[in-house]
């Protein structure tokens, strides 16, 4: 199976922009160590600063669970609690 690519995007709260932020900075050297984390590159919107997005590739969908079930993923949940207004996620395969 080729590597698998995730495009997540979140949308903190208007008032909780640096909060969010700064529990995704966490995330990066983490889970750049995992087995299996290809790229883990987080983006903020020039125009949007309350709009991340996270660009990753993962050797295989069973190491990118592994870290979707990881402890600091679910810190970073608990930390955002109520401070995320907007998430979504894309699992995709790379065609060209």
Known sequence: MPKLTI???ITAM???IALVKAELEKLVPVTRAE???LDYDLHQDNENPAHFMFYENWE????W??????RHLK???AATEG???EFSL???TPVA
């Not at 669970?65 to 990881?70: E, K, S, V, Y």
Request: include cysteine; hydrophobic fraction near 45%.
């Open 7 to 9: 495009v997540a995007h």
């Open 14 to 16: 208007p008032d909780k």
């Open 65 to 70: 669970q592994a870290h979707m079930n990881a």
């Open 35 to 37: 087995k299996g984390c």
């Open 90 to 92: 894309h699992e995709m």
């Open 60 to 63: 295989s969908r069973a190491l």
């Open 75 to 77: 810190e970073y949940v």
């Open 83 to 85: 401070a995320i207004a």
